[in-house]
């Protein structure tokens, strides 16, 4: 099982910036995806979900409105789109999934950096 994120880098307040995660070694199509992020000194925070179809879509109170979730079961691939980012939104961001019987799964993370 493999999930690696990217798209992350250094941006200003009220900039964009899309994430993508490249999972491999499961049946993508299969499991519902999340993003999960954790801000320096602080612990992981849930930010998005979708589930395996990708009809359907969660976002935590912070992120509603800026953030949107989808992802590409062709590719394998998710995706997070962030607009309007603001210094809060700095973190290391994660895709994660959960694979029976294995348990949680996440990739090594991608930094985001919001600052003037």
């Known amino acids: 099982v493999q999930l690696v994120e990217s798209g992350g880098g250094l941006v200003q307040p009220g900039a964009s910036l899309r994430l993508s995660c490249a999972a491999s070694g499961f049946a993508f199509g299969s499991y519902d995806m999340s993003w999960v992020r954790q801000a320096p000194g602080k612990g992981p925070e849930w930010v998005s979900g979708?589930?395996?179809?990708?009809?359907?879509?969660n976002y935590a109170d912070s992120v509603k409105g800026r953030f949107t979730i989808s992802r590409d079961n062709a590719k394998n691939t998710l995706y997070l789109q962030m607009n309007i980012l603001r210094p809060e939104d700095t973190a290391v961001y994660y895709c994660?999934?959960?694979?029976?019987?294995?348990?949680?799964?996440w990739g090594q993370g991608t930094q985001v950096t919001v600052s003037s």
């Open positions: 979708i589930n395996s179809g990708g009809g359907s879509t």
């Open positions: 994660a999934t959960y694979l029976p019987p294995s348990g949680p799964a």
